[in-house]
């Protein structure tokens, strides 16, 4: 069985014009993806890409961060993008923190950059990530 790739999208308030850039760029992948975003990261995407479905969440700072975490601790997530702000003080850092950690525990590739999101898509459009494996 061939499964769409599960994709969170999360980004910090100076990193989400970013994230949208990226997020038009790919929006023909994305397409192709089921997308759960952060709620104010959500509504920029789909702003920009009507066109894309994006489940939205609570915004970050009032429980989104863990309502995905808890998505990736069930497996119903595949792959993090969260385009972070290294230099700004996050209020809920510590939300930020678990959520970093779930992804490193249950082992799902994790870009907080624009780099390493390229990185990921990348690989799987060429077909080197889990989702799309027969099961």
Do not use: W
């Not at 992948?29 to 479905?53: I, K, N, S, Y």
């Not at 999101?117 to 494996?133: F, K, Q």
């Amino acid at each position: 069985m061939v499964q769409r790739l599960r994709l969170a999208l999360i980004a910090h308030d100076e990193r989400k014009a970013a994230l949208v850039t990226f997020a038009v760029e790919h929006a023909p992948f994305l397409a192709g993806c089921d997308l759960v975003a952060t709620g104010t990261t959500g509504q920029r995407v789909l702003d920009a890409c009507p066109g894309l479905e994006v489940r939205r969440m609570k915004s970050g700072p009032l429980g989104g961060d863990q309502q995905i975490g808890a998505l990736i601790a069930d497996g119903c997530i595949d792959a993090l993008i969260f385009f972070v702000d290294p230099l700004t003080p996050m209020p809920h850092d510590v939300d930020v923190k678990a959520l970093t950690r779930l992804a490193s525990v249950y082992d799902i590739p994790m870009a907080l950059n624009r780099a390493t999101a390229e990185l990921i898509l990348n690989a799987y459009e060429n077909g080197a990530g889990r989702a799309g494996e027969e099961q």
